[in-house]
């Protein structure tokens, strides 16, 4: 299978490692990695921040770029939420019933990675080893929008050498929310205090999840903190192997 | 404790405070982050084993979200019934466009009676109209008979949660405010003991007043039967002592057929307060010989509702039954409590609702629809399906289009604005994206000290007050991409 990799401009710009990381797992996995180069921004931040005529453009960009692949991969729960969740409503303010058409039928082409490891590939065990003791927060896009349930508790617990452990409260917001992180940084700040503490209470080296726009804010306040945590993409879990 | 008295909230005239501005103010409040947290964690808790027990929950929640959308399709018809069902069991029905027509219906009702007294209950509406206030300068007191809006009004506060109103305080606050307000020497903090004297107070009020008001939680338009649901008897007292009885409603309250109780029964107490059925659940027709009052007034109120109706995606915001699940399930809401809301309808479910009742434009609830992380909590556990996330991603976008398009120079000059604009040119073209990231790279290096930023600017230094910030890396992805793999598909 042929897959494209929709890295997001986040990951592009701040964590070109989680999307090296994806390519490994995903070539390891025996696929053929696609990188279109025309590819941008999802539109997310644009729409969700209420610039939504001004995010239009971006979904036909992601549309013209992405819709001729047979699946499309990102290691992002919540762009790929905007897919497959909010680019109805944006084709809808756009009053374009073909744009409307055409992302029907990509968005259930469009994969975060760990659902598509599970449950489109039903590959659990991706050959990984990491000797660290991890904890995994579960963003709210990947868990209340696209549904991912246990897939990436699946993809971690098969990693040979990791002692996982389980975050308490795991299902509580980190406080992120796009630009909600700046709009109402009080707000954002006491809610990711209540994270830190459970993810410190389970005494893990290592955070992950499927985000790192949550992690980047979980990690900034851990290293705000000198905790000794870091925060690492569930990506960069999957592709480490004894060899490196 | 500060006191939390609000001159002015989104439902009064006037200029009310951004969410960002009252947030942080109630995130500073010890004694609220103690006593919130502990009552919406344990509430939710509750709720979630309630739930759990049926195994047609799902189901419910698809008949509430299906009855309330049939009757949101045909609510000039189910209100035209419901008028004539109301009027055949001997209830007067009055029509108010707004706060203000109400208003003056009820106080009108009040006053061909001679009351100076009215005791009240279960009515959010009636603080939309502030109703309390209205009737004071008509001469006539409100007293309100819901021990925890008995608490609100006696400590001269609003209300900061739909179902509990009193969430806020906790009983040793209580216990000071009964002291000072009731005029009783010795009282301990013991919930019976406090009950009782709330009890003998009420009492009192109760038997001498001539005119009850209460709220409404459904109507039937085919039986014309209104109906109170309460965990205290006090609605039951209101609504059936005194001679008369006024209740308001908003128009969105409407159910179709007695028969759809069934559902709503099942739905409403075990997302609000847990309980696996209502402890007081009043229901009347009109009126009846010999039994409960003789006079019997319903007001249906508009007040913006036809409006949101007109907006195909928030139109579902009326399908809310004022649970309160999606407020004790709300991260943000936990925190700041409900008075940061500024608005009587607070949490998720009023960031929502109160953007579009007083419609978009207003500074101080256009802030609302932001007081949000998306996270989808409310989504998930509201028993009609509101999907409160696109709401709120809706109301954003019409809240920004509204400054970009009505106001003119200051809209367009904002800075958020500009910044955005600027965002949206460099995405639209792959060349100016991969020279902005660049850019970024070389723009950075003011501000990054040994591996991180501790500092950002502006606006953004909301950002590294509590969080370091990961500088962009010598080398982007697809910079990667092209070194390590170019010639195959760049």
């Known amino acids: 299978m042929r897959v494209a990799l929709f890295i997001t401009c986040f990951n592009d710009t701040l964590f070109p490692e989680t999307g090296r990381a994806t390519v490994e797992v995903l070539e390891r996995m025996g696929l053929e990695v696609d990188f279109p180069f025309e590819q941008t921004c999802c539109g997310q931040m644009h729409f969700n921040t209420g610039y939504q005529r001004e995010a239009i453009p971006l979904v036909r960009r992601f549309v013209r770029v992405f819709k001729d692949y047979e699946a499309v991969v990102a290691p992002s729960g919540s762009c790929v939420g905007m897919v497959r969740e909010l680019y109805q409503m944006a084709a809808g303010l756009a009053n374009d019933e073909q744009l409307l058409h055409e992302v029907e039928e990509l968005s259930t082409r469009v994969f975060e990675l760990s659902e598509f490891l599970v449950k489109k590939l039903r590959v659990t065990d991706v050959g990984a080893y990491y000797p660290h003791r991890v904890t995994y927060h579960p963003t709210c896009h990947s868990l209340r929008m696209l549904k991912v349930g246990d897939a990436p508790l699946e993809l971690l617990r098969a990693v040979r050498g990791i002692d ?65 945590v870091a925060t690492v993409h569930l990506a960069q879990i999957l592709a480490s192997t004894e060899e490196r | 404790m500060t006191p939390k008295t609000r001159a002015s909230d989104a439902f009064s005239e006037g200029k009310t405070p951004h969410f960002e501005e009252s947030a942080r103010e109630s995130l500073a409040d010890t004694q609220l982050r103690r006593n919130l947290g502990k009552a919406t964690q344990s509430i939710r808790r509750r709720r979630s084993s309630a739930v759990a027990e049926m195994p047609d929950w799902e189901e419910l929640r698809e008949a509430g979200y299906a009855l309330k959308k049939r009757v949101m399709r045909h609510l000039d018809e189910y209100l035209l019934r419901l008028e004539e069902s109301v009027t055949r069991a001997g209830g007067h ?164 057929t007695w028969r759809d109780y069934e559902v709503f029964m099942q739905l409403l107490p075990r997302s609000s307060t847990a309980e ?27 007040n913006g509702r036809t409006d949101v109706l007109a907006d195909e995606i928030g139109r579902q915001t009326l399908n809310c039954i004022r649970c309160s699940a999606c407020l004790n399930v709300c991260p943000v809401y936990e925190r700041t409590g409900g008075h940061a809301y500024n608005s009587v309808y607070p949490g998720p479910i009023g960031a929502i609702l109160t953007p579009q009742l007083v419609g978009i434009g207003r500074p101080g609830s256009d802030t609302l629809p932001y007081a949000s992380t998306l996270c989808g909590a409310c989504y998930e556990v509201c028993p009609v399906k509101i999907n409160i996330p696109e709401v709120l991603i809706h109301l954003r976008g019409k809240v920004v289009r509204h400054k970009q398009d009505k106001e003119g120079f200051k809209g367009r000059l904002d800075p958020e604005n500009v910044a955005m604009q600027a965002m949206a040119k460099t995405f639209s073209n792959p060349k100016l994206y991969e020279n902005a990231q660049k850019a970024a790279r070389v723009g950075q290096w003011p501000l990054s000290r040994s591996g991180a930023i501790h500092r950002l600017p502006g606006r953004l230094a909301g950002w590294t007050d509590a969080r370091d910030l990961k500088p962009i890396p010598e080398q982007s992805f697809r910079e990667w991409w092209r070194s390590n793999r170019d010639g195959r598909n760049s």
Request: aromatic share 6%; with cysteine; hydrophobic share 40%.
């Open chain 2, 93 to 256: 029905v009055h029509w108010a466009r707004d706060g203000e027509e109400a208003n003056r219906i009820i106080a009108g009702i009040a006053k061909s009676h001679d009351a100076r007294e009215v005791v009240k209950v279960k009515s959010i509406a009636s603080d939309e109209t502030k109703l309390n206030e209205h009737l004071e300068r008509e001469g006539i007191r409100a007293f309100e008979t819901d021990l925890a809006e008995l608490i609100i009004q006696l400590a001269d506060e609003t209300s900061s949660h739909i179902l509990v109103p009193a969430i806020h305080k906790n009983r040793s606050e209580i216990r000071e405010l009964f002291l000072r307000e009731l005029a009783v020497e010795e009282l301990s903090d013991d919930p019976p003991d406090l009950t009782n004297v709330a009890r003998l107070y009420l009492r009192e009020k109760f038997l001498k007043a001539k005119v009850g008001f209460s709220g409404a939680n459904f109507a039937v338009a085919e039986t014309g039967t209104v109906c109170v649901v309460e965990s205290e008897g006090n609605g039951r007292m209101c609504t059936t002592l005194p001679p008369v009885l006024v209740t308001l409603m908003g128009i969105e309250k409407i159910i179709p």
């Open chain 1, 164 to 228: 996982f452990v389980e975050l308490p409260e795991a299902r509580e917001c980190c406080g992120f929310g796009g630009t909600f992180a700046i709009k109402n940084a009080d707000t954002s700040i006491a809610m990711l205090g209540d994270k830190l503490r459970h993810v410190l209470e389970t005494e893990a080296e290592v955070c992950t999840a499927g985000d790192n726009s949550c992690l980047m804010h979980i990690g900034g306040g851990l290293k705000r903190q000198r905790a000794g």
């Open chain 2, 276 to 302: 696996r059925m209502n402890p007081y659940t009043t229901f009347w027709s009109g009126v009846s010989e010999g039994d409960g009052p003789e006079e019997f007034h319903l007001v249906l109120m508009d």
